[in-house]
């Protein structure tokens, strides 16, 4: 029997079974759904926008009283570009410790493990994430920098230094690139690892030349995801990194990230609404805007890379 409607059959005719008319009304419960899905996407539009118009009131009167230049300077009490440059240390050092073991990880679970394996390690791998990220710190202070780093590897490293934040930071972020990684690998059909196998290719060169570029989009999201986390850390860096601005590319030094100086700032000591307490909102719209534009990145690089099968 044919499926396809005449061009000019009436508006009530009837459609082959099978085929859902979408013309009918819908029923209440997914009216009642489409707009929850409505109102939760509003809605999280709408506490973007909230963050955003909190942040600015207390920017405005920091700047009436501190000049752009005086903030976006490498030195100085309200300097903004040491802390956005030990953010950046710490947060390269995390990515060079995160990409090849959570990849590693990733492509171990997805092309070389067993079931069995896979369901004792994945859970393993993500356990990580549920560390609270204090305990991470401590560990960074107490067993990175004295035995790893000072008593292991001889290194001259500061008490508090960039070097272990960002190591720290690497193992915690690896979870989510890890996991994100691996749905992105099962995600690749299996037609082409087959179509490898059968061109003479072997596990590994499957893994790196078709299931890798295949996965691409999804690897790339995951990196720049964890980028995101590592960004925003608060607690690892307060207590590993260091309390001091120091424009310096030495990640044996100690230097300040914006989180951290957030940290330090908020305890209280500042009166609300004076340019110091004001410090803290302008150092954070710049966070919000530089977390803005690594999302846009994302997308922009999931959009490139996408591949439909």
Do not use: C, H
């Amino acid at each position: 029997m044919s499926t396809t409607l005449d061009a000019g059959s009436p508006p009530g005719a009837s459609l082959p079974s099978g085929i859902p008319d979408l013309g009918k009304k819908a029923r209440p419960g997914e009216t009642a759904i489409v707009w929850s899905l409505r109102v939760s996407a509003l809605l999280s539009v709408a506490i973007t926008v909230a963050i955003v118009v909190a942040l600015s009131r207390p920017v405005v009167d920091f700047f009436r009283e501190i000049p752009f230049g005086d903030f976006f300077a490498t030195e100085g009490r309200f300097a903004v570009l040491p802390l956005i440059s030990a953010t950046f240390v710490v947060t390269v050092i995390a990515l060079l410790v995160a990409v090849p073991l959570g990849l590693g990880a990733a492509m171990y679970l997805s092309e070389y493990a067993s079931r069995r394996a896979r369901k004792v390690l994945k859970p393993t791998v993500e356990l990580l994430a549920g560390v609270p990220s204090v305990v991470y710190g401590f560990f960074a202070v107490f067993f990175v920098t004295p035995t790893l780093l000072q008593d292991i590897l001889n290194l001259n490293v500061n008490f508090t230094n960039a070097l272990a934040a960002g190591l720290v930071l690497g193992v915690m972020i690896v979870p989510t690139v890890a996991s994100l990684s691996e749905d992105a690998f099962t995600a690749v059909p299996q037609a082409l690892r087959q179509g490898s196998f059968a061109m003479g290719a072997n596990r590994m060169q499957t893994t790196l030349r078709v299931v890798l570029p295949a996965a691409l989009s999804g690897v790339a999201a995951a990196v720049v995801l964890g980028m995101s986390r590592a960004v925003g850390e608060t607690m690892i860096v307060a207590l590993a990194a260091g309390g001091q601005k120091n424009l310096s590319a030495d990640p044996r030094e100690g230097m300040q990230t914006m989180t951290g100086f957030i940290a330090q700032t908020a305890r209280g000591e500042n009166p609300v609404g004076s340019t110091e307490y004001n410090t803290l909102f302008a150092v954070g719209l710049t966070l919000f805007v530089i977390t803005l534009v690594i999302n846009f990145v994302s997308i922009a690089l999931v959009r490139r890379f996408r591949q439909e099968y």
